[in-house]
């Protein structure tokens, strides 16, 4: 299959879709060149649909078969996408969720790995003394932490606004406005 991708933009940043082998999401500021392949705008668009309406806190079930890897990152990766919206778990906890209290250092290393970051919302993650790392970073002043915490900061917002942790809503098929009511939502 040809490699394809483009680039949306959200409140929070460009955010990268690659489709090849498999389709991951990443934050274009964390890849500063663009990829290899051919920029596509008609990829996924029921994927860029569903990014922008979950960075306005209306979150269903992703619309793409998700990556598959070992059983224990494939089980840290489904234990992921059952932290509410606003919340946070550490590295043991999202271990014990996973089937193996005992791998945390194994269940950062699958959030470093996750190749469909906002799908997988491994931001959601932190250290048990701190925020821990992103996209395989973990020095305190890098982007990828700022994005982070950007991240969970907009979810905080939004579950206070909503009263209800943005839990998973029915998927969105129309967007509306999402830039708008996100940049108001971060603006608060």
């Known amino acids: 299959m040809d490699r394809c991708w483009i680039n949306i933009d959200t409140p929070l940043g460009e955010v990268?879709?690659?489709?090849g082998e498999?389709?991951?999401?990443?934050?274009?500021?964390?890849?500063?060149?663009d990829p290899a392949g051919r920029r596509?705008?008609?990829?996924?668009?029921e994927l860029v649909a569903w990014i922008q309406a979950s960075l306005?806190?209306?979150?269903?079930?992703?619309?793409l078969p998700l990556a598959t890897s070992s059983p224990f990152r494939q089980a840290c990766w489904a234990a992921c996408r059952t932290i509410p919206c606003g919340q946070t778990r550490t590295y043991a906890q999202l271990a014990a969720m996973a089937g193996n209290p005992?791998?945390?250092?194994?269940a950062g290393?699958?959030?470093?790995?996750?190749?469909?970051a906002l799908v997988t919302p491994c931001h959601r993650v932190v250290a048990a003394g701190g925020p821990g790392g992103y996209a395989g970073r973990n020095d305190h002043n890098s982007l990828?932490?700022?994005?982070?915490?950007?991240?969970?900061?907009?979810?905080?917002?939004?579950?206070?606004?909503?009263?209800?942790?943005?839990?998973?809503?029915?998927?969105?098929?129309?967007?509306?406005?999402v830039h708008d009511l996100t940049q108001q939502?971060?603006?608060r």
Not at 40 to 45: E, F, G, Q, T, W
């Open 109 to 116: 290393s699958s959030m470093r790995l996750n190749p469909v």
């Open 56 to 63: 306005a806190g209306k979150v269903g079930k992703p619309p």
């Open 144 to 177: 990828h932490l700022r994005i982070k915490q950007r991240l969970l900061e907009l979810e905080r917002r939004i579950a206070s606004i909503s009263g209800d942790a943005c839990s998973l809503k029915p998927p969105v098929t129309m967007i509306g406005p």
């Open 102 to 106: 005992r791998a945390a250092r194994a």
């Open 22 to 33: 498999e389709v991951t999401v990443q934050f274009s500021e964390l890849h500063p060149q």
């Open 16 to 19: 990268l879709i690659t489709e």
């Open 40 to 45: 596509d705008p008609s990829l996924r668009p």
């Open 185 to 187: 939502i971060l603006d």
